[in-house]
């Protein structure tokens, strides 16, 4: 063989070489895209019947950070009142509560794409599933202690009605556990759990707990936010509030494996602020010392 053509072998077992390398680099740069991005997780959430205190360990900013610290909806004040008026809640009747749940959803459509709109953001509808029995979301199993489930992958909220539930329902309970998911949701179209997501594939067990329990208290601030725009009215009634809030100072923690939601006192002291405060910037768990939100 002469000299050109083992020139040419030489350059094109080269050239065949960095395009398997180049490959093999681009696998490895969409299987790290797909596990940084792939967000099957359920975020899940009762309805009413941790690191150590101590400073953070200081790390440089993510990129998007201020997604979560800085969203615009903080600035939009006191949620819209859209004089939400679901109804009654008879006991027993599957149809009363498919009625109600999807009333409450309409309600909280039109109050958070009011407040999207003062933000200058984009707004989308998440989709209401009304179930018997624990199912398998596109997000995976059903969580332990559950009620309810926001999924990201379908942007839908699963909503579990018991038997005892439908036999003696609680509207103040059930509106306040769709409300909660529905926090999920906007944190979701907001980019807030685009921080999130990123955040948690760069953290230890610890820290993955401490930034749950940011989205879980964020979402509860939320959705007491929302009740705050029913204060006074027969569903929201100051006694049936109070004994929510305390029920869950005595009990938010107990249904959870791990403290990712937040003790029950944290949990009670979230709702307290959306309420009394109305309005999303009271829920900036983001930004808050790491003793707020253990």
Known sequence: MNSVS???LVALAAALLALVLAAAGLVLVLADSATTS???????QQIASAPANGAETKRVPLPGRRLATASPLYRTGRLADVNCSPGELPPGSMTAYRR??????????????????KAGMTFSKPRLRIISGKVRTPCGAWNTGADGVYCSTDRTMYLMISRDQLRNPFPLGITRLIAHE???HVQQISGIWSYYWTARS??????????SRRSELQAECFSSVFMSTMQGTSLVTDADWAYTVDWFRKNGAKGWPQNDHGKGPTQAAWMTRGFNRGGPGACNTWAAATRSVT
């Open 100 to 117: 109600f749940l999807m009333r409450v959803t309409a309600c909280l459509n039109r109050a958070w794409a009011a407040q999207f709109r």
């Open 38 to 44: 792939a967000r099957p997780v359920n975020e899940a």
């Open 182 to 184: 529905y926090g999920h």
């Open 202 to 211: 760069n953290a230890g067990k610890a820290g993955r707990l401490l930034l």
């Open 6 to 8: 083992t020139g040419k």
